[in-house]
């Protein structure tokens, strides 16, 4: 019997990009990835610089300014978005080769720690094997990885090579020696991976477009960087435009209880201005003002700790929609406030007028968005606890973890039952927490989800739940309430927000921590 070495062992054997690519399009369709742009941006890159012989360029901060849009000089470590997104990378591709065909010719891994993907061969009989969970109550870090799934170290045995199998592996090697020395090397196609285009049009005109996802406009105030910034939600916001006056500051970097995406608040405009949004005519919007103090700060001691300090008016059309506005006030202990405001529309002349006046110090904004309403109702805010975005089972988008305050996330490795989107509760945000969700003055239906999968007892788990200060449950055990790794869901209505234009959500423990999966906030 004729003998050939280990393809995963010899260079001779690896697979060909065409063959690499074409596993690469069966993954990103997947269950495990379509649902989730994050994942497919970040998979699809890391493969095609691999392919490209660019290794060298995957390190964490390359890939945030490629795929994330990150700024040259963000810190890794306040911003860990390439960190967090190759976690759920590798748990996505881990379950995906577990639900898998078993006639596939090649696996793609990632393996912990690492950014450069391994390409590899496997046998026409896929060996069956299970997902190891990671360790209980173990905080998502780059230290603690969902377990790759076993592979054979010699997927082709001398015993069990057949003559077709031999011919088959004479065929690969010859298509990749001919396509390796024909195949032009070529650059990354970004475009078919919804990635920024590296040729995207600068912003900061007054006459540019705003970078928009439909119709919605975003603005990073105070920033001029070339093209857009994609958040970690996916979301593309342009540079600064359409503005009059005030000058462009260096916002806050180092927060006591950092926001989803500090990149957010990174740069502001600052003084006496204005903004002259052209909107849709005949549409109203959904409008969210983003603040920090970048001066009198808690802990910056400077005439106490902030309070009136700072204060001024903002008025859109015209009209007064913040008076006397003290951002320390409004955010509390928190380090941003983000103030939301409904039926917001261009005036006459097809643009909105935004004036940011002063009155005791200069006003300061960080940035602007804007959001088509649906049916006269500001779109439904669904969050769910995860360091990706979920579209479930009925086609509905849930975010990835926003305007928490406190509290850290886990993934104690075991499943949610009993539901048609176990994914959507895989992960928890535990602690002594808060939620500061912004929304217009208005009534609103909140739903909470909570799932127990780390305690099997009654009793060991038991904590309240208050809206701006009044209570919605007191003592909540979800195990003695709906059992082990069961979804428990409650629903609370009339719901109105407090001074400063939130829905305080807190989760105060009684008996170890708090804990939730997701929540959901509708306009009644």
Known sequence: MPSFPDPVASAEMRPSPDLVRSELTRLLKGDQFKNSKRCQNLLAYLVEETLEDRTDLLKERLIGIHVFGRQPNYDTAEDPVVRNAAIEVRKRLAQF????????????????GKYVPEFRYIETATPHVELQPPSPMAVLSEER?????????AFLSRRRTTVLTFLSVILIITAFLVMHHFQPSRPFGRSASNLRPADAPAGGSSSGSVAAAGD??????????????????GNHWSSDQYFTGGQAVAGVTNFFFPPA??????TMRQGSFDYDIPLKKDADYEMRLYFAERQYRYGNRVAGDGENLRTFQVRANGHVILDHFDIIEDSGFAATTVRAFKNIAAAQDGKLHLQFVAERDQPLLAAIELLPMVAGSIPPIRIHMSPSEYTDQNGRT????????????????????????????????????SYAIP????????????????????????????????TLISGLDIVKQAGFGRVYKKTFHGLQPNGQGKLLISFSPSIDYASIRALEVTAE
């Open 97 to 112: 080769y577990v639900d898998s065909d078993p006639g596939a010719v090649l696996r793609i891994h990632l393996h912990a």
């Open 145 to 153: 990885q969902p377990v790759e799934p076993a592979t054979p170290s």
């Open 216 to 233: 919605a406009v975003r603005i990073l105030v105070g920033s001029d960087q070339s093209g857009s910034y994609v958040d970690r939600f």
């Open 261 to 266: 995406d500090p990149v957010l608040y990174r």
């Open 398 to 433: 849930w975010s990835s973890d926003n305007f928490y305050i406190g509290g850290q996330l886990f993934d104690s490795g075991a499943g949610v039952s009993e539901t048609q989107d176990p994914d959507l509760f895989s992960v928890a945000r535990f602690g002594n927490f």
């Open 439 to 470: 929304v217009p003055p208005g009534s609103y239906a909140l739903t909470l989800y909570f799932a127990e999968t780390w305690f099997h007892d009654p009793g060991r788990r038991v904590f309240d739940v208050t809206c701006n200060g009044s």
